[in-house]
Structures are given as structure tokens and as C-alpha cells.
């Protein structure tokens, strides 16, 4: 009994202590999101300032097809600081963009497509080329704006009909890409060229 009384008179003057002279807020417990880093991560050997050439070939022992850690960290920089509204990602849409990451859902020993798209106002090219397909689109595009059920938004890039839809919907300054590879789905990451 005596032990509880000192044990009670202790948390007593414990919280008197630390409620003096504070003011009435609460200590906040989580850090603010921290400030995006001044680059977004880069796929090594990718040079995006050299005229696009690209020449399709297949090699299974490539493993294009598996989503590596270049593609993984812009996948979390983009996640973490992309465009959080439609007139940003249309804007920075406008200009060429190249395919630089792949990730194929049901095997890695695929061959990443060549891939180049030239977006301006009113319609892109898109040039795309695998071991199944060899092909030149040139459609209209838009921007699609979605609610999702907890409240937040979701932005789709849809153009024409390629493949039933372009799986793109995460939007950062120097990438876009869409991840659908653990839905057996494909993974396409595209770098804007400067």
C-alpha cells in the first residue's frame, strides 16, 4: 500500500512537471513528410539528350522483365513527391518521352519494348515495338481524374485504344509509369527527354 502511494504521488508530480509553463497543444508524434530530394533517381544507362534510336531484339538472359532497384526507387520517388493535380500532369505531359523501365508480370525473361512517345497539345505518336508488336499511334489523349473510395484522386493517361488502355497513372516531374506487375499486368516506366 505504501509502495502505491509513492507511486501515485510520482505521476502526480511527473505530470505537473511537464505541463508547466507548456502551452496547451498536444507534442506532435509524426514528422512532417520530409522536403523532396533536389533530383529524382536515374536509370543507369539511360541518356535521354541523344537523338531516340532503339532496335528491338530479343534475349531471354536480358531479364528485362524483372522491376529492378533503379526502377523500384523512382517508383517510391514519384509515389512519394508526383503531381497531386490534373492541370500539373497535363502540362508537364507536353514533350517526348522514352521507355527506360519494364517489368513484365508473369516472367522475367522478356525483352523490355522499345518505346517513344511525342505528346503536344492536341495528340502524341506513340512508337512501340516487341517481339509480338511493331506499331506507330497517333492518337488523342487526355488526363483522367478519378475519386477513389477513401476521398483521395487517381489520374489515368488514356490514349485512343492501345491495348484496351496505356496503364500509365503515376505522374512526377523527369517520370511516368504505370505498375501492374503484381496483378500479372506489366510495369512501363517512360523518362521525359530534355
Not at 509502495?3 to 509553463?21: D, H, P, Q
Not at 522514352?98 to 506513340?126: K, Q, R
Not at 503515376?170 to 506489366?186: A, I, K, P, R, V
Request: aromatic content about 12%; some cysteine.
Amino acid at each position: 500500500m505504501k509502495n502505491l502511494k509513492i507511486l501515485i504521488t510520482l505521476i502526480a508530480i511527473m505530470s505537473l512537471c511537464w505541463s508547466c509553463g507548456k502551452d496547451e497543444t498536444l507534442p506532435t508524434f509524426y514528422p512532417s513528410p520530409p522536403s523532396p530530394p533536389s533530383e529524382a533517381p536515374t536509370i543507369s544507362g539511360v541518356d535521354c539528350n541523344v537523338d531516340y534510336e532503339c532496335t528491338f531484339v530479343q534475349n531471354a538472359d536480358d531479364q528485362d522483365g524483372r522491376v529492378d532497384d533503379e526502377e523500384r526507387a523512382v517508383m517510391e520517388y514519384c509515389s512519394s513527391y508526383g503531381f497531386t493535380t490534373k492541370e500539373e500532369i497535363e502540362e508537364n505531359l507536353i514533350g517526348e518521352w522514352e521507355l527506360v523501365g519494364y517489368g513484365h508480370g508473369w516472367t522475367a525473361d522478356v525483352t523490355m519494348p522499345c518505346s517513344f512517345i511525342e505528346i503536344n497539345d492536341d495528340e502524341l505518336i506513340l512508337d512501340y515495338e516487341n517481339s509480338n508488336l511493331d506499331t506507330t499511334l497517333i492518337s488523342s489523349w487526355e488526363v483522367v481524374e478519378e475519386m477513389t473510395s477513401n476521398g483521395g484522386k487517381r489520374f489515368s493517361f488514356a490514349i485512343g485504344d492501345f491495348f484496351g488502355s496505356f496503364d500509365i497513372n503515376q505522374f512526377c516531374n523527369e517520370y511516368m509509369y504505370g505498375d501492374y506487375t503484381s496483378g500479372d499486368g506489366n510495369m512501363y516506366m517512360y523518362k521525359k527527354r530534355e
